[in-house]
């Protein structure tokens, strides 16, 4: 590897095996390209396939070929409480106690079933208060939500964008638009960290200006659970939901999760949809034609535990329990900071326009950086793509790429460093 200081490969190794939380490489699948791992930077899109994973599919096949439908008793794992085994990971990983969480459902499912709960239009206060170019799942749902009820999405959903010449949004401007038009406003919901950008947006500070409006508080937390530390409750949040697959490596289409504060969980004013699994669990088979609510956060899962791909989001949790997601936080804070002063590096060497369009403060941003890279376009993505790095491309001309501290290594870095340099140089 050509010399680029500080991006030597030994140099990289070496802060490698002297780091204080050392990459957990061996318990994950690494792609491999032309003999070699891929330099994976999409753990923001679709996390590593864990080594345990195989083994813990094996063991829930195993108690259904033995047992049957028995298995909702005798297996390992009892397929009728099988969703009780996350309470606690979960609570840990997003700030919250057991009864405010659960595995349930798939994203965009839990993000309407949370709507039903918390966006009550009424009056004049019908508006939903969302960033601009929100992921376009939050915008579809969000548009329907207000169709549902009556409403105009043109009318009833109010974005906030960044200003004029930046590419991140200030919390004043949510904080502005929520005294101007608190008395409008019913919901704010908005993504903890912005897909597109990377932003990691001030959410206590978000919740607290809400509720001083009078407004109830959502996130969408799928770019930001087991990417950045999160504290829910504490923060007063309304309700979150999130999905596994990114940071949480448990699979393409894996089980979602979400919160609900509890202090709407026993509220039995607050209208929910209901389901059989949302019942008391005691009285859950005496098949009872009235609903008897978990009082927790339970009350919102309507279906019985998706057991497959549940079973590998039991090792996700497994796993960033025993890391630590301030191990993790301070991690994932060393490798953004090596992988930013990388692109600048190569930025000044080739005379390249390369600009991170992710906020530069580091409290302002989980391990995602979004790079433009001016006069190159797609065949930039295509380049690193064909060389072995796997990032991704998102329209009209950002490339994505995140350095996740669970799996990800200085080496990756400086590998990519190199490449980007090789892939930018002028002609």
Same mark, same amino acid.
């Given at each position: 590897?050509?010399?680029?200081?500080?991006?030597?490969?030994?140099? =990289?190794?070496?802060?490698?095996?002297?780091? &204080?939380?050392?990459?957990?490489?061996?318990?994950?699948?690494?792609?491999?390209?032309?003999?070699?791992?891929?330099?994976?930077?999409?753990?923001?899109?679709?996390?590593?396939?864990?080594?345990?994973?195989?083994?813990?599919?094996?063991?829930?096949?195993?108690?259904?070929?033995?047992?049957?439908?028995?298995?909702?008793?005798?297996?390992?794992?009892?397929?009728?409480?099988?969703?009780?085994?996350?309470?606690?990971?979960?609570?840990?990983?997003?700030?919250?106690?057991?009864?405010?969480?659960?595995?349930?459902?798939?994203?965009?499912?839990?993000?309407?079933?949370?709507?039903?709960?918390?966006?009550?239009?009424?009056?004049?206060?019908?508006?939903?208060?969302?960033?601009?170019?929100?992921?376009?799942?939050?915008?579809?749902?969000?548009?329907?939500?207000?169709?549902?009820?009556?409403?105009?999405?043109?009318?009833?959903?109010?974005?906030?964008?960044?200003?004029?010449?930046?590419?991140?949004?200030?919390?004043?401007?949510?904080?502005?638009?929520?005294?101007?038009?608190?008395?409008?406003?019913?919901?704010?919901? @908005?993504?903890?960290?912005?897909?597109?950008?990377?932003?990691?947006?001030?959410?206590?500070?978000?919740? &607290?200006?809400?509720?001083?409006?009078?407004?109830?508080?959502?996130?969408?937390?799928?770019?930001?659970?087991?990417?950045?530390?999160?504290? %829910?409750? &504490?923060?007063?949040?309304?309700?979150?939901?999130?999905?596994?697959?990114?940071?949480?490596?448990?699979?393409?289409?894996?089980?979602?999760?979400?919160?609900?504060?509890?202090?709407?969980?026993?509220?039995?004013?607050?209208?929910?949809?209901?389901?059989?699994?949302?019942?008391?669990?005691?009285?859950?088979?005496? @098949?009872?034609?009235?609903?008897?609510?978990?009082?927790?956060?339970?009350?919102?899962?309507?279906?019985?535990?998706?057991?497959?791909?549940?079973?590998?989001?039991?090792?996700?949790?497994?796993?960033?329990?025993?890391?630590?997601?301030?191990? %993790?936080?301070?991690?994932?804070?060393?490798?953004? =900071?090596?992988?930013?002063?990388?692109?600048? &590096?190569?930025?000044?060497?080739?005379?390249?326009?390369?600009?991170?369009?992710?906020?530069?403060?580091?409290?302002?941003?989980?391990?995602?950086?979004?790079?433009?890279?001016?006069?190159?376009?797609?065949?930039?993505?295509?380049?690193?793509?064909?060389?072995?790095?796997?990032?991704?491309?998102?329209?009209?001309?950002?490339?994505?790429?995140?350095?996740?501290?669970?799996?990800?290594?200085?080496?990756?870095?400086?590998?990519?460093?190199?490449?980007?340099?090789?892939?930018?140089?002028?002609?």
């Amino acid at each position: 590897m050509e010399t680029f200081a500080p991006y030597e490969l030994a140099h =990289a190794q070496q802060l490698d095996a002297t780091d &204080a939380l050392p990459a957990r490489r061996g318990d994950f699948h690494v792609p491999q390209h032309a003999g070699s791992d891929v330099v994976y930077f999409t753990g923001n899109s679709l996390g590593l396939q864990p080594e345990a994973a195989e083994a813990a599919l094996r063991t829930e096949l195993n108690d259904w070929a033995e047992h049957g439908v028995e298995g909702h008793f005798r297996a390992q794992h009892p397929w009728v409480s099988y969703h009780e085994r996350f309470a606690q990971g979960l609570s840990h990983l997003v700030g919250a106690k057991a009864n405010e969480v659960v595995a349930m459902n798939a994203l965009t499912v839990n993000l309407h079933l949370l709507l039903v709960s918390f966006y009550r239009p009424s009056g004049k206060r019908s508006k939903i208060l969302c960033e601009a170019k929100a992921f376009p799942s939050d915008q579809y749902a969000l548009a329907s939500q207000v169709r549902f009820h009556g409403g105009d999405p043109a009318v009833d959903i109010i974005e906030v964008a960044p200003r004029e010449g930046s590419s991140v949004i200030e919390e004043a401007d949510i904080e502005a638009i929520l005294r101007d038009r608190g008395d409008e406003i019913a919901l704010v919901m @908005m993504g903890g960290v912005q897909y597109f950008t990377g932003q990691w947006l001030d959410m206590p500070r978000i919740t &607290a200006a809400a509720h001083a409006a009078g407004a109830l508080c959502g996130f969408d937390l799928a770019h930001a659970v087991g990417n950045v530390p999160l504290d %829910l409750h &504490a923060w007063n949040v309304d309700f979150a939901c999130w999905c596994t697959y990114k940071y949480l490596n448990s699979g393409p289409g894996a089980v979602a999760g979400a919160f609900v504060h509890e202090r709407h969980v026993g509220d039995d004013a607050v209208p929910r949809f209901e389901g059989w699994w949302g019942h008391n669990a005691k009285r859950r088979f005496l @098949m009872e034609p009235q609903f008897d609510s978990m009082g927790t956060a339970e009350a919102w899962q309507m279906s019985n535990a998706p057991v497959f791909n549940m079973a590998i989001h039991a090792i996700a949790l497994e796993q960033f329990t025993a890391a630590g997601m301030a191990a %993790l936080r301070a991690k994932s804070l060393r490798l953004t =900071a090596y992988l930013e002063a990388g692109i600048a &590096a190569v930025a000044k060497h080739n005379g390249a326009r390369l600009e991170v369009i992710t906020p530069a403060n580091p409290a302002r941003r989980g391990c995602q950086l979004s790079l433009v890279a001016h006069g190159f376009g797609q065949e930039l993505f295509q380049a690193l793509t064909d060389a072995g790095v796997v990032v991704d491309w998102r329209e009209p001309n950002v490339i994505r790429m995140a350095p996740v501290p669970m799996y990800n290594t200085f080496e990756d870095i400086a590998r990519f460093v190199h490449i980007l340099k090789s892939a930018t140089q002028p002609h």
